[in-house]
């Protein structure tokens, strides 16, 4: 939904009308207010006004609900799901807004797969969906702090792209490790989960095995080895 909301604001840019811009405004309206919702059930309908950037950092920052089905309304499901057609993620799928807990039992969840997570990301990445100004301010959007899994046992000075997602028995996370001279794309899924605690520390254990792996490949000359700088205080 964000890349499509930024793939609007391009277009808007460009003179295209009747595309959502991140500059729209939007007055909060009790209607559209949800359970898990940690900002906007705190603001005050009918008069808090925000723009289509407030509601897409609320919902990368803290999944706020409401400004997820806000957007939703604004970009619209079907556009959604045509980007992702265009780009060959036929499994990655909007089919509800947030909570819709009746559409979800009736078998209309939302869908993807790693693959196709990590597929949308890196196609971002490359600058195949949003131009350079777009592309750059979907990645700083992305980057914004949260609470999530793959960073959780990684360096601070890191800087991650993510965005995880939870319910019930699931705990998902997907994003862009810019590793020093070896960013990479990672997405990990756990469904089924009698604990929930497993699945998000079975994501940051994968996602610390991996960040391993590409720091010292991006360390490491072409034959394999780490040239580390020296301490010039241990002389």
């Known amino acids: 939904m964000l890349a499509e909301l930024y793939r609007q604001a391009q277009l808007s840019s460009l003179g295209t009308s009747s595309k959502a ?75 509800r807004k947030m909570m819709d807990v009746k559409a979800a039992g009736e078998g209309r969840e939302n869908i993807s797969t790693p693959r196709e997570m990590m597929s949308l990301l890196e196609q971002i990445y490359r600058g195949k969906v949003l131009n350079k100004e777009m592309t750059e301010g979907f990645l700083k959007m992305l980057s914004t702090h949260k609470a999530s899994y793959i960073p959780r046992d990684l360096p601070d000075a890191v800087r991650i792209a993510n965005k995880p997602g939870e319910l019930e028995a699931v705990r998902n996370d997907s994003g862009i490790v810019f590793a020093q001279n070896r960013p990479y794309v990672i997405c990990v899924m756990t469904t089924y989960l009698r604990n929930e605690r497993d699945g998000e520390d079975a994501i940051t254990r994968i996602s610390s095995a991996a960040y391993r792996m590409f720091d010292r ?19």
């Not at 705190?42 to 957007?71: E, F, I």
């Not at 072409?222 to 700088?229: I, L, N």
């Open 21 to 95: 811009k991140l500059s729209d405004l939007y007055t909060v309206n009790a209607a559209d207010l949800v359970a898990d919702s940690d900002i906007m059930l705190g603001l005050t309908p009918s008069v808090t006004r925000l723009t289509n950037y407030d509601l897409a950092t609320m919902m990368v920052a803290v999944s706020d609900n409401s400004a997820t089905n806000v957007l939703i309304d604004r970009v619209g499901m079907e556009n959604i799901n045509a980007l992702m057609d265009s780009l060959g993620l036929t499994h990655t799928r909007l089919r």
């Open 217 to 235: 490949l991006g360390r490491a000359s072409e034959y394999g080895r780490v040239v580390s700088p020296r301490d010039s205080s241990a002389h």
